[in-house]
């Protein structure tokens, strides 16, 4: 899979990998973030409730999609038309009439509206509900930034049973991360395209084939270590010596029947896999909802690039929109067949939305003050609008709501306490949003 990358030079595999195959050796990342998910167990969520946020990056342009403006003139409508949807008086485009038959399922913002531009920048503040502090730089040193929703949720609801509370697929964003939370609250990162033919988890299976014998090898061999560790205790800290049960928890992720039950995508049958599309969106898509069906509570699901300055509506029409059409309205409709969506929430949105006027290379540029943002399941009435923009959607023109509202909206359906609190590892307490409010009028 080639790599795009995006206006400001950042590649979609800036990120940072965490492995099982720790636990045979290779590195300990793994077993420190299962060591870090028991921290979580004592802190119970008051809903059984997870989420899928696909994260359009790059920025979906939404005046082109869910909030088109067939009366602008021609420089700031484009050439697509707008048709109706399967609620009454909300239109959308032409180019995704799949998802125009789902509008009753899920609700959109079209009164969206932050204060930053810049993919970095913009990317943490969605991902995060916080903005990020100066010296920001993309969200590669925890110190900088904050952690994400959900990190944020692995950290305060824990896991259910030995699948990972937080895992992102395809690759993990810059700001997808634990942050100060540390790597109790790291998300697992598949770190593979579910599209690709002979997909497979690298963290699912044991390096080089290793036998069964040689895993019961390296099992004793760790055993051995834990016993050094032990007699080290007058200098050893609890982390440390604990490190070696985790470990084993690692290796045991790695040879679980429901893990890998959970991770192998051809389980599915050919007919699902072709109507989500065979394509990085759908299949990761389709991953996310196994792994919520499985007990994973957050997915996030990366998909690029939507970054148009270029060609906007050419590679709407023939690249991206397609791929969203045929994924996102199929990945609704299954949740809901499986009685799944009433306790999933879903969140579309990129980093933000593209300008209402169009440039001289027929595209269009970034544009956070205004853009729309859409939501379903958990309790999430579908078929709704809220909020409005004005004449050419440059700004809202009625309830605007901006990045720490969607936070603390999520955490209210995972069941956290929006004005709760988090803390640094120097004990500086923190709360989980930024003072955001909770969109009352979505549930």
Known sequence: ???????????????????????????????????????????????DVSFIF????????????????????????????????????????????????????????????????????????????YHPVGGFDGGL???????????????????????????????????????????????????????????AVPDMQPPFSIEAKRIDDRRSLLSKVDRFHKSMEAKANRGTRELGVFAQ????????KAAKEAFDINKESDKLRDAYGRNTLGQSCLMARRLVEAGVRCVTVEHSNWDTHYHNFQTLQDDLLPKFDQAIPTLFKDLDS?????????????????TPKINDSAGRDHWSRCFTVALAGAGIKGGRVLGKSDKWAMDPAEDPYGPEDLCA????????????????????PIMVTNNGRVIQDLL
């Not at 499986?338 to 593209?354: C, I, K, P, S, W």
């Open 141 to 199: 040193k925890p110190n900088n930034q904050h952690p994400a929703m959900g990190s944020v949720i692995s950290h305060k609801l824990g896991p259910r049973g030995a699948i990972p509370p937080y895992v992102c697929l395809p690759n993990m964003h810059n700001s997808g991360s634990s942050a100060y939370l540390g790597p109790e609250a790291a998300p697992f990162t598949i770190e593979a395209d579910p599209s690709s033919p002979g997909f």
């Open 338 to 354: 499986r009685g799944l969506l009433q306790n999933t929430l879903v969140l579309l949105t990129g980093e933000f939305g593209r």
């Open 249 to 256: 928890r690692a290796t045991e992720l790695m040879t679980s």
């Open 54 to 129: 696909v994260f359009l990056k790059g920025g979906l342009s939404t005046i082109d999609t869910f909030d088109m403006k067939p009366d602008a003139p021609s420089e700031i409508r484009g050439p697509f038309q707008s048709i109706p949807s399967n609620v009454p008086g909300t239109r959308v485009c032409e180019k995704i009439p799949n998802i125009a038959k789902v509008m009753d399922k899920f609700s959109i913002i079209r009164s969206f509206t932050h204060r930053n531009a810049g993919h970095g920048p913009a990317d943490h503040y969605m991902l995060t509900g």
């Open 1 to 47: 899979m080639t790599e795009r990358r995006f206006c400001d030079g950042w590649g979609r595999r800036d990120f940072l990998r965490i492995g099982a195959a720790g636990a045979l050796g290779l590195n300990m990342s793994l077993p420190k973030l299962l060591q870090a998910e028991a921290s979580g167990n004592s802190l119970t969520a008051k809903k």
């Open 409 to 428: 909206t999520v955490y209210n359906r995972m069941g956290i306490d929006p004005r709760s609190e988090m803390h640094t590892p120097d004990g500086r």
